[in-house]
């Protein structure tokens, strides 16, 4: 299986280093080739200096295009040069790369999903997030079941591999801020198979959030309205076969 391994990164001169050299070491553990693109999203600081000199590919965006733009590129960049699979992870050390193993074994599995979502919740071993976001993320779990009536334990997990019938879904269309629990619904309104495995998670590791307290009413306010909005996208619902 040829995997790309796409890192959105703002900011993330810190915690690039570390990421980078343990991911080397799993895959050369696991037997697995992977190449890794950082997809450096308009960084002020070193990003893309530190990610070429670990030896990874990087993809400069000229301007900030958001967590879901910088996605997005690596998600294409996947579909274009014909890697089977690509996994989402973020550059702040959140996502360790040992349980990256777990994600491709899924994928793997008989009736191969098309998303498989690391969820730090279903087993609720370690970082589980601070309770407002636990809470909100609890919320979206609510509205993600409510409109597509299948249980999401962590809807806003931002680790997690795409199968190429996904990759063309969002080569399509992918969400532009706080992408993670939209595109589970346009996901699931297109006919993709979408399943959680359970993760351990870390806190992030340096750099800052995306999510603030400021942000955090605009936050739950866009992705709810969001949900919704997506699913009633469904009315003009993509036939699976044609991805
Ligand atoms: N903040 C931010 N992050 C971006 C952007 N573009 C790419 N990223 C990267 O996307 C990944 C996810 O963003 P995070 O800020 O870690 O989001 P999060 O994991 O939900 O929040 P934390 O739990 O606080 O880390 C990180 O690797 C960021 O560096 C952007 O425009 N803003
Ligand atoms: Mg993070």
């Known amino acids: 299986m040829r995997v790309l391994i796409v890192v959105p990164a703002l900011n993330e001169e810190s915690g690039l ?42 993809v400069r965006l000229c301007r900030n295009l ?35 193993r ?18 730090r919740f279903l087993h609720g071993e370690g970082f589980q997030s601070t309770l407002p976001r636990r809470m909100g993320s609890g919320w979206l779990g609510w509205v993600l079941r409510l409109v597509t009536g299948e249980k999401t334990t962590d ?4 680790y997690r591999v795409y199968g190429r019938r996904a990759l063309r879904l969002f080569n399509w269309s992918y969400p532009h801020d706080y992408p993670e629990p939209e595109a589970l619904v346009l996901a699931k309104v297109a006919g993709l198979r979408v399943i ?9 590791q340096g750099g800052a959030s995306s999510i603030s307290i400021v942000h955090a009413p605009y936050y739950m ?10 699913y009633a996208r469904s009315w003009h619902r993509i036939e699976p076969r044609t991805l």
Do not use: N, Y
């Open 102 to 119: 777990k994600l491709l074994a899924a994928m793997q599995a008989p009736l191969a999903p098309d998303i498989v979502v690391g969820s």
């Open 155 to 158: 809807p806003t997990s931002g």
């Open 66 to 100: 958001g967590i879901g733009g910088a996605v997005q590129t690596g998600l294409r960049l996947a579909l274009r040069e014909g890697f089977d699979c690509a996994v989402q992870m973020d550059g702040d050390g959140q996502h360790p790369p040992s349980e990256l």
């Open 17 to 58: 280093p570390p990421l980078l050299s343990e991911l080397r070491a799993v895959a050369e553990g696991d037997g697995f080739s992977a190449e890794i693109v950082v997809i450096d999203d308009a960084s002020t600081d070193r990003t893309a200096e530190v990610a070429r000199e670990h030896g990874a590919r990087v």
């Open 196 to 204: 959680e495995v359970p993760v351990v998670m870390k806190e992030r």
């Open 221 to 230: 306010l866009k992705v709810t309205a969001a949900i919704l909005l997506a």
